[in-house]
């Protein structure tokens, strides 16, 4: 089973510019997750899709940052414009049903570094 | 939102001894759940213990819940270098599959 996809790994830029990260969840998974993560802290969650629709964003800066996931499966998260604290991490994850329901699945995230 | 905290934030131990971790939480949970983090990589779950259990095992790990005192621990028994790594705990609340993590404990195991 392929595990959830991201890119890019790795992204450097300035300040007040613009970044998107994409991820591809795990086959037939309907709950998908981007979090952040901070230098030695753990993953908060940014937004909560469930197929198509967020079922929760109450904590994505919306000034900046904007998430879609279109047709229910791919997903890309945008911010615009970058600060230097959205230096982090940004993990993307996916849920299904059945068995393992409520287990997350991560991907490697992708690693922003704003100057 | 809750969020797990754990404790200790860091241990270090040699090859072949047992490493515990604490977690705590706030309000009521639907299962709380530990996951592993190598570094520079994603996370990896390890184990969910629901509201109604009290122990679980997988493999060299075992997992105790108190929701009266609201806490959890993670025992590695056994350690091996390749367990070094973040351990961070997460509960999840009734009615989503929202997760709250906590800050995680870097655990060293010296060979």
């Known amino acids: 089973e392929a595990g959830v996809a991201q890119s890019p790994r790795y992204k450097i830029i300035e300040k007040r510019q613009s970044v998107a990260f994409w991820c591809n969840p795990i086959s037939g998974h309907a709950t998908l997750y981007w979090y952040q993560q901070i230098l030695g802290q753990g993953p908060k969650l940014l937004i909560q899709?469930?197929?198509?629709?967020?079922?929760?964003d109450s904590q994505l800066p919306k000034d900046r940052f904007s998430a879609e996931r279109l047709k229910g499966v791919d997903s890309t998260l945008k911010i615009q414009p970058a600060k230097l604290e959205d230096s982090a991490v940004y993990l993307c994850a996916s849920s299904g049903q059945g068995g393992r329901a409520g287990e997350l699945f991560f991907g490697e995230g992708s690693r922003l570094t704003v100057l | 939102s809750q969020q797990g905290e754990e404790d200790p934030q860091a241990l270090s131990i040699q090859e072949g001894e047992n490493a515990t971790m604490n977690c705590s939480y706030k309000t009521s949970i639907n299962n709380l759940q530990w996951y592993r983090q190598n570094s520079g990589r994603g996370l990896v779950h390890l184990i969910l213990i629901r509201s109604n259990e009290r122990e679980k095992h997988s493999g060299r790990l075992r997992v105790t819940l108190d929701t009266s005192k609201k806490s959890s621990s993670l025992l590695i028994t056994a350690s091996r270098a390749a367990d070094t790594a973040s351990y961070f705990c997460a509960t999840a609340n009734y009615g989503n599959n929202r997760l709250a993590f906590g800050k995680g404990n870097q655990v060293v195991v010296i060979p």
């Open positions: 899709f469930q197929n198509n629709g967020v079922v929760d």
